[in-house]
């Protein structure tokens, strides 16, 4: 029965396919019971054979707002993953997809907003490449977007009649007039196919249906629900729209739960999807109107009694529940402290949880511990005022001293980053260097680099680090300062002893066999960023050390390349990086089989925005000269860095060179530009592989 609605929707099929095979994205389009999430399990039916990974991810209960939507969605994988609080689960699914052999099928569904080029970027999760192929599903205007599109529209006379005679032998005249009142919607033939198969005769049907035989239709299966089935009904229509896990069921129904949820299936109220139930959105708004009016706020404190005793083992359900406990602490009828309890269980689930932070800090102003962690998510999320405000409430109040240096640090490390009051801060900063803590000092010093204080940080850091020593003890707290020096260096312009520095990092952390750990994806990162590419011109009067820092990150790559795989963000970053250091060092002809290993690998996996991408394109045009590698650098490092910053001139200069024997008045203008802003980019001292035509 459920696939049968798509008779005759082989073009569609067939149009999603296509779009998803050159595209590797489409976007399915129709109004509510036009039949979408049914449309994309067919896809999967008839052609899942074909995916190496089937995921499917619903953002119902998210707000139309693209930063929920795309947490929401980040919070849905990490629950299909079974991943820990720590950590980006968008990221490690692009690996787990790259890391498959063959393609995977990513089904985003119930999106509640308009879809735009950005949040589709973000939805389709570039990172994993072109192993992904990504259907997302919305009932909003899909006109005008540059991706594939299919219009999930009403169904054809004649596969609205076949389907209602296969529930009910008649004549084909009485089946297609029924078919005509009910104007080809999926859902409203599938219920009508329910009430043909109850005995409800062709004549009978035509003559009652109305305007909206949708909601006739439910209303009908309304009189013959059972008590439990309804009480579950409503619940569903008073809480959020994402799947009721059946674990929530079974608390808040008892032994009536199985019973009741098949009975929703069984009339086209809620549909079972990966174990979970779905409760149709037009089924949710015909329960609200026409069902018995009862004590709602009596059913959702009930309900949210449930949510709060749900034991949350299960990564799945934990994240649904999460999504319910969240709809439910919005409700201004229930009490103040269930309501609390609520917010309480969103943040302990770790997703999403910045809205519910916020209202704790609101309702709790006299709870340090409280106020400390919504300082702390407010700061992570780029809110700095509101978490200085928090952190500034609960220094008076937190009476542990380490509960108080807490909120201190915070408020000290947030004012800095504010800018400004360096008063306040220098007092704050006073009392708590003055307790000897390892990661105060260092969160001191970052401050004070934050300040463009750069020489004293280096120099306070360095101290620290010899102080320190290599023991095991303070290795963590070692490692930590060096990455912070070497942000100092970054800022400082000393980057090709940052980046030395940071391979150390990694090496480091390796030996201890922490291929995972934050610091490391840190190290890599900071490697990445745009700031660490080579200088405009390279003196080589340190061959020795680009001669060891070569061997070491080659050494890394082969160990990434081992362990997480050859197609690996990190060894895909660690194979350019080892790019330039040859290069660096002298050897540009083993920097270009270097990148001929991997150039379609970092073109597929990096974006032309991203810094490791141009600085990629840019050895690769040095290395083939082809002038769409150097437009490639050159729009990238433009977009991230500016016209004027030397890495985008650098670019701009290799582009215009390569450009010369084709297009010489576009070369020149380029040519000139770079000229204007730097002339130094034409001194003699530039040893990279000679710029040369294909």
Request: net charge neutral; glycine share 8%.
């Amino acid at each position: 029965m459920f696939l049968r609605v798509f008779i005759g929707r082989d073009a569609e099929l067939r149009a999603l396919h296509t779009a998803l095979t050159e595209s590797r994205v489409c976007v399915p389009a129709g109004p509510p019971g036009a039949g979408k999430t049914a449309f994309a399990t067919a896809y999967v039916t008839r052609s899942g054979a074909g995916y190496r990974g089937i995921w499917r991810v619903s953002l119902a209960g998210s707000s139309a707002d693209p930063d929920e939507m795309v947490a929401t969605f980040a919070a849905g994988l990490r629950a299909q993953m079974a991943l820990g609080p720590a950590g980006d689960p968008i990221a490690e699914f692009a690996e787990r997809v790259v890391a498959e052999t063959g393609p995977s099928l990513l089904i985003v569904d119930d999106i509640p907003g308009g879809l735009d080029d950005d949040l589709i970027g973000r939805l389709t999760v570039p990172a994993a490449g072109r192993r992904l192929r990504t259907v997302l599903l919305t009932n909003r205007d899909v006109s005008g977007l540059a991706v594939p599109t299919v219009d999930i529209g009403p169904l054809g006379l004649e596969e609205s009649a076949e389907i209602l005679r296969g529930h009910r032998d008649g004549t084909v005249d009485e089946a297609v007039e029924l078919a005509e009142r009910l104007g080809g919607h999926a859902f409203a033939v599938r219920l009508a196919g329910l009430a043909l198969r109850d005995r409800a005769g062709y004549a009978k049907l035509i003559e009652r249906i109305d305007g909206n035989p949708v909601a006739m239709l439910l209303r009908d299966r309304l009189d013959a629900l059972s008590e439990p089935a309804c009480r579950l009904l409503r619940v569903a229509s008073l809480t959020s729209p994402a799947a009721l896990p059946p674990g929530l069921i079974r608390l808040f129904m008892g032994a009536a739960a199985e019973e009741a949820a098949d009975e929703l299936a069984r009339n086209l109220f809620a549909t079972r999807i990966d174990g979970t139930w779905h409760v149709h959105s037009l089924a949710r708004d015909v329960a609200r109107r026409y069902l018995p009016a009862i004590d709602w706020t009596r059913l959702a404190r009930q309900f949210a009694d449930a949510v709060l005793d749900h034991p949350w083992s299960d990564p799945i359900e934990s994240f649904l529940v999460a999504r319910h406990a969240a709809r439910l602490a919005g409700r201004p009828d229930l009490p103040g402290a269930i309501v609390d309890r609520l917010h309480r269980r969103v943040v302990a689930h770790g997703s999403m949880t910045l809205p519910h932070h916020r209202e704790l800090a609101e309702q709790n102003f006299d709870d340090p511990v409280v106020l400390i962690e919504a300082a702390r998510h407010l700061r992570d999320a780029g809110e700095l005022g509101e978490a200085r405000d928090c952190a500034d409430r609960a220094v008076p109040l937190a009476t542990d001293p380490a509960l108080r240096h807490r909120a201190r640090l915070l408020l000290a490390e947030t004012i800095e980053e504010l800018g400004g009051d360096t008063t306040r801060a220098d007092a704050l900063w006073t009392i708590l260097t003055s307790e000897g803590d390892t990661g105060t000092a260092i969160a001191r010093l970052r401050a004070r680099r934050l300040r463009g204080e750069h020489e004293q940080a280096r120099t306070g850091l360095t101290e620290l680090i010899e102080r320190l020593g290599p023991g095991s003890a303070a290795f963590l707290p070692v490692q930590e300062a060096q990455r912070e020096l070497a942000r100092a260096e970054i800022d400082a312009g000393l980057e090709a002893a940052a980046r030395r520095r940071l391979v150390r990092v990694i090496a480091d952390h390796l030996s201890w066999h922490q291929d995972d750990h934050p610091g490391v994806v840190e190290a890599i990162r900071m490697l990445a960023a745009a700031d660490l590419a080579l200088p405009l011109t390279e003196p080589k009067n340190d061959r020795a050390v680009w001669e060891e820092t070569a061997r070491e990150l080659r050494r890394l790559r082969g160990r990434f390349a081992t362990g997480h795989g050859p197609r690996h963000l990190a060894t895909l970053t660690l194979a350019v990086v080892h790019a330039e250091a040859l290069v660096a060092w002298g050897r540009p002809d083993e920097a270009v089989q270097e990148l001929a290993a991997v150039r379609e690998d970092v073109r597929d996996r990096f974006t032309r925005d991203q810094p490791i991408r141009f600085r990629a394109e840019l050895l690769f045009g040095w290395a083939t000269g082809g002038d769409e590698h150097f437009e490639d650098a050159y729009r990238g490092a433009r977009a991230v860095l500016g016209e004027t910053h030397p890495q985008t001139l650098r670019a701009e200069l290799s582009l215009g060179v390569a450009l010369k024997p084709v297009n010489r008045s576009r070369a020149a203008r380029h040519i000139l530009r770079v000229l204007r802003h730097s002339p130094g980019a034409f001194l003699p001292g530039q040893h990279w592989p000679k710029t040369r035509r294909r």
